[in-house]
């Protein structure tokens, strides 16, 4: 492939600023790891969007290509475990901050941190799921895992019109949960009711710090919001509830007490995707393929944008103008 050229997007820092560029790149200049992808989709999740607009802490070494989830095609490998042709997924394992990431067409990686595709998903299925969706699984299985049911009463969602709240949203439904939804926009109600949300919280107080314990009124919660919003699920958790932690949206502190910990014995469980290990990996997307209807993917994945529109629609995901997935086709 010596003198071939491809596209991805680099970042670059000038003047302590992060500038984003299209660029052309040759083979040589990528990372010297084991393993040639060609992707053929990646997403644009939270940490992107920080990352691209140079909103947030994001980006550990200069030049960049982000972008912390793909999907494609293995090129080549001295990896034991891959074969040329296979279809893989990537999330997490600090790509698209410390690692060059999905948003080119091609990529060289570590191929320990690639997942052999479930058989019955596409790389564009896997995409539309992402880090964002992955993670979705991931706390709807910590909630299990700590041993809530459907029977054990209602499961609040924040942020349920975003990646990872849509997932958990369509996931719980099909599960059997009966599912309430904070979106902090009336306008993405419809959405999310789509994906089997029963009922919407939305209201003033989620903008207000909550009283250490307020009125009970869920058995579990998945949170993406943390700070204010996180203190009141807290506050509002029925007797033994859990809480399955795994976003700060809306800030990384915690304003609350330790009063729904002791006097109602409510647990709080952080979830992390990004160094799970290999065996947890497989077993979520596998699980991702029978427990996330199919039907609901297309819906959840609301726009497919190219490599040019990543910058614009990384201002609109911060600005709360976003709703579910944004594929973005590296081809």
Known sequence: MSGQTFNAMMLREEDKKTKAAIEKLGFDSLPDEDT????????????????????????????LVPGIDFAGEVVETSNPNLRAGQKVVLT???????????YSQY???????????????????????????????????ALESAGITPASGPVLVTGAAGGVGSVAVAVLSKLGYEVSALT????????????????????????????????????????TVGSKVLARVLAEMNY????????????????????PFILRGV?????????????????????????????LLDGIAAQTVRLEDVGAAAEAMLAGQLKGRVLVDVN
């Open 184 to 223: 902090g926009n009336e306008e993405k109600h419809e959405y999310v009711k789509g994906l089997g949300a029963k009922e919407f919280v939305d209201g003033p107080q989620w903008a207000d710090a909550p009283r250490p314990l307020e009125a009970q009124k869920w058995a579990a919660a998945i949170d």
């Open 36 to 63: 040639l992808v060609k992707i053929e989709y990646s997403t644009i999740n939270f940490k992107d969007a920080l990352a691209v607009t140079g909103k947030g802490r994001i980006v550990k070494t200069w030049p």
């Open 107 to 141: 990529q060289r990686v570590r191929g320990e941190w690639l997942v052999s595709l479930p058989e019955g998903l596409t790389t564009r299925q896997a995409m539309m799921i992402g880090t964002a969706g992955f993670t979705g699984m991931l706390c709807v299985n």
């Open 240 to 259: 033994n509830g859990v809480v399955a932690a795994c976003g700060l949206a809306g800030g990384a502190d915690l304003p609350t007490t330790v009063m």
């Open 92 to 102: 997490g394992w600090s790509v698209g901050e410390k690692y060059w990431g999905g």
């Open 267 to 295: 647990r709080l469980i952080g979830v992390d995707s990004v160094m799970l290990p290999s065996k947890d990996r497989i077993k979520a997307w596998n699980r991702i393929v029978i427990d996330l209807p199919a039907t």
